[in-house]
């Protein structure tokens, strides 16, 4: 049972142009929704976030979209840089007294090309 | 400020052996949590603490995994026997609680140790 599954393995984009990674959940509890960036042999690294009573979160070159209606969610990177390859993990949490158990996607690996 | 420290980096060791990873939180974190990511998943949350008290760790195999927070601060994940499909990498993360100001409530993983079972 995938709670939150992100259904692009990969992507590839130009220097310049807009990334944009997709994510979706099943779980009506989740209540809190985070965007981690991975290298290679490193930790996931806290990139955005945004709350169920939210829409739109903004930071920098980088906004994540909620559509909770359809339970789904996109990171929008513009414009992309070559050092934005990574993979990308988007994660999920409940609010309350469950908050912080993160349930993540499989990931996507973002390759941007100069 | 420090990250999450993780100890050792790597680990290779034969099935049924013991192995022991540790981790140092965030100061000022209460809440550390303990993540598997095998190879091409996202992490899945084996258990997690608040101060030296677990607060879940539905998703914990106990018959082989152990995990301990003393004094609220360092923990330790022992498995013992490992099996070949412990392989992966186990992270650790800490982060302040619901509420705190911090975009993403400080939530901090560390590098994590990668463990090989042969």
């Known amino acids: 049972d995938q709670q939150v599954k992100q259904n692009s393995p990969s992507l590839s984009v130009q220097e310049g142009r807009i990334s944009i990674l997709n994510c979706d959940y099943t779980?009506?509890?989740?209540?809190?929704f985070l965007w981690y960036k991975k290298y290679p042999a490193e930790g996931p690294t806290f990139l955005i976030s945004?709350?169920?009573?939210?829409d739109k979160n903004e930071d920098g070159r980088f906004t994540v979209f909620l559509n909770k209606s359809a339970k789904h969610l996109s990171l929008h990177i513009v414009p992309s840089q070559p050092g934005d390859s990574a993979v990308y993990f988007c994660?999920?949490?409940?609010?309350?007294?469950?908050?912080?158990?993160?349930?993540f996607g499989q990931g996507t690996i973002l390759t941007v090309h100069p | 400020e420090a990250g999450v420290a993780q100890s050792p980096r790597y680990k290779i060791i034969e099935k049924r052996q013991s192995v022991a990873f540790w981790c140092n939180p965030i100061?000022?974190?209460?809440?550390l949590y303990w993540y598997q990511q095998i190879l091409g998943q996202g992490p899945k949350l084996l258990i997690q603490?608040?101060?030296?008290?677990?607060?879940?760790d539905s998703q914990l195999p106990k018959d082989r995994f152990s995990a301990e927070r003393l004094k609220g601060v360092d923990s330790t994940l022992k498995i013992q026997p490992a099996k070949l499909e412990d392989s992966a990498v186990y992270l650790c993360?800490?982060?302040?609680?619901?509420?705190?100001?911090?975009?993403?409530?400080?939530?901090?993983f560390g590098s994590g140790t990668r463990l090989t079972v042969v």
């Open positions: 994660a999920a949490s409940p609010g309350g007294t469950s908050y912080g158990k993160l349930t």
């Open positions: 100061s000022g974190h209460a809440t």
């Open positions: 779980n009506s509890m989740f209540d809190y």
């Open positions: 945004i709350s169920s009573i939210k």
């Open positions: 603490f608040q101060n030296n008290g677990v607060v879940d």
């Open positions: 993360a800490s982060s302040l609680p619901p509420g705190a100001i911090t975009a993403g409530y400080g939530y901090t």
